[in-house]
C-alpha cells in the first residue's frame, strides 16, 4: 500500500519534508514515529515533537482556554509516551485574545499544570503573542535510549494490538458539543491520561506505537500503511469505546464505528506486541497496575478490516477536508460512512 498518494494529511507532511533540511543526526524517516528522534552522541536519542490546539477552538468544539491548555500538553507528551521517551519538559506557544486577557491565561495556564505534573514533568518557557484567536501550542522534549525507541514501524502478521486504555472520548465530546450543546457530555471530561510510564514500559516488548491523537482509525490505517499490514479489528466498538462514549452515541443514535473513525482522538497509546511478548506484557502491565485493552491483530494484506470487510481508513481521515471544514458535513458523511 502506497503511504503517501490518498490520504491529504501524509502528501502534506511528505512535502514540508522535502522542502526543508534534514538533521544529520536524525533517525528514522518521516512518518515512522510520533515525536523526531536525533542522536545526542551518549547513547541517547533526544526525542522532539510539538502539537497545537487552535482549530478545535476555531470550529466551537473547545470553548475552555483550560481544555485547551490540557489537551495542548497531553498530545504532546502522549508523542513522547509513543516513543518511550522520558521527559525533559515542555515549551509553550500562547496567542492570547484581546479579550478577558487575564483570566484566559490563568485557565490555560491551569490546563497545563494538571498535564504537566501528571507527568512528572515541568514548563521550561515558551512565547507568548496576542491576536484574535486563542492558539496554544506545546513543543516536548525528552530522552529514549539509543536503541529501546518505539517506532510506528516494525509490526508482523500475527502481531497482537492493545489500546492502553478505553477509546472515543474525543469524539463523543466532539459530538455532545456538536449535536447537544455539550449537556450529554461537557469537554471537561476530555482529560487523557498520562502514558509516559506505559511507553517507558513497552521499551523492547512492543513491535510498534502510536498515540490516538486522530482516533483509532487514523491510528490504524497509518500502522496498516507504515507496515504493509492488514490489522484486523476484533472487538466489537462497544467493548473498545470509553462508557461514556458510548452513552454519548445510544444517545445520539450514532454508529458506534462512529466515535472510532472521527478526527478527534483522546490521545491513548496504541500499540503491537508480537505473541512472543504477551508473557513480558504481562510482567510490565502487572507493574504499572495496567490491563491493556485488546484491538485486533495484524495479518497479511493491507488496510483495516472490521467485521470481515476492508474499511475506507483513507476516506475516513479525508472526510473534514472534502467537508470543507463544515462539522455537520463531516458528521453527516461520517455516520453514512460507519453505518
Do not use: K
Amino acid at each position: 500500500m502506497r503511504l503517501n498518494d490518498d490520504v491529504a494529511e501524509n502528501r502534506r507532511l511528505t512535502r514540508w519534508a522535502d522542502l526543508l533540511p534534514r538533521a544529520p543526526g536524525q533517525r528514522g524517516a518521516i512518518h515512522e514515529t510520533d515525536a523526531e528522534l536525533v542522536e545526542l552522541g551518549d547513547g541517547r536519542l533526544l526525542a522532539l515533537t510539538v502539537d497545537t490546539v487552535c482549530e478545535e477552538i476555531r470550529l466551537g468544539l473547545y470553548r475552555d482556554p483550560r481544555t485547551a491548555g490540557r489537551l495542548a500538553a497531553a498530545a504532546a507528551l502522549s508523542d513522547l509516551a509513543a516513543v518511550g521517551a522520558e521527559p525533559l519538559g515542555l515549551l509553550l506557544s500562547v496567542t492570547l485574545p484581546p479579550v478577558d486577557v487575564d483570566a484566559v491565561q490563568e485557565a490555560v495556564a491551569r490546563g497545563v499544570a494538571e498535564t504537566v505534573a501528571a507527568a512528572g514533568t515541568f514548563v521550561l518557557g515558551g512565547d507568548t503573542n496576542e491576536g484574535d484567536d486563542l492558539s496554544v501550542g506545546c513543543t516536548a522534549a525528552g530522552t529514549v535510549p539509543c536503541g529501546s525507541q518505539l517506532r510506528r514501524v516494525g509490526i508482523s502478521p500475527g502481531d497482537l494490538l492493545f489500546s492502553a486504555g478505553p477509546l472515543g472520548l474525543g469524539a463523543a465530546v466532539a459530538a455532545s458539543t456538536l449535536f447537544a450543546g455539550g449537556t450529554l457530555l461537557p469537554e471537561s471530561a476530555l482529560a487523557p491520561p498520562c502514558r509516559i510510564a506505559h511507553g517507558i514500559a513497552l521499551r523492547g516488548i512492543a513491535s510498534a506505537a502510536m498515540d490516538t491523537s486522530d482516533g483509532l482509525v487514523a491510528t490504524l490505517d497509518q500502522l496498516a500503511r507504515l507496515n504493509g499490514v492488514a490489522l484486523h479489528l476484533t472487538r466489537p466498538p462497544e467493548e473498545l469505546l470509553d462508557p461514556r462514549a458510548l452513552d454519548v452515541a445510544r444517545r445520539l443514535g450514532l454508529p458506534l464505528l462512529a466515535l472510532l473513525a472521527a478526527a478527534q482522538g483522546e490521545q491513548e497509546l496504541v500499540f503491537a506486541v508480537p505473541p512472543q511478548g504477551l508473557p513480558a506484557l504481562e510482567v510490565a502491565a502487572a507493574r504499572l497496575g495496567w490491563t491493556p485493552a485488546p484491538v485486533g491483530r495484524a495479518e497479511s494484506g493491507h488496510g483495516i478490516v472490521v467485521n470481515g470487510a476492508l474499511f475506507d481508513g483513507a476516506r475516513a481521515r479525508n472526510l473534514l477536508g472534502s467537508s470543507g471544514g463544515d462539522l455537520r458535513a463531516y458528521a453527516a458523511a461520517l455516520v453514512a460512512l460507519t453505518r
